[in-house]
């Protein structure tokens, strides 16, 4: 069993930037494909960033690729999404989530989910 805590989140102005993060508990941390999806009220939720477990695959969805970057330190056990230039629709609830399997965008290829931070950007 993997629990995932995210922080980080918050207020921002447009152009702004946050970095979240995520700390899992569990020897296993190391093993995991690790990822960030968000949710916009009204919206289905979607794939933002993955990482692979050794940090050497990592997938951007196209809305953050450029502006973000995922990373890991399996030594703290914790998964990072570092956001710059952020907009008004990058505004949504970010998860991190955990996967036993290999690096996928799909959120159903997930096993485990945080409760959720809140990103808010101010246009």
């Known amino acids: 069993q993997v629990q995932l805590v995210e922080s980080g989140g918050g207020l921002v102005q447009a152009g702004g930037s946050l970095r979240l993060s995520c700390a899992a508990s569990?020897?296993?941390?190391?093993?995991?494909?690790m990822g960030w999806f968000r949710q916009a009220p009204g919206k289905e939720r979607e794939f933002v960033a993955a990482i692979s477990w050794s940090g050497g695959r990592i997938y951007y969805a196209d809305s953050v690729k450029g502006r973000s970057t995922i990373s890991r330190d399996n030594a703290k056990r914790t998964v990072y999404l570092q956001m710059n230039s952020l907009k008004p629709e990058d505004t949504a609830v970010y998860y991190c989530a955990a996967s036993t399997g290999g690096i996928s965008t799909m959120y159903h290829d997930y096993n485990y989910w945080g409760q959720g931070t809140q990103v808010t950007v101010s246009s």
């Open positions: 569990g020897r296993r941390f190391t093993t995991y494909t």
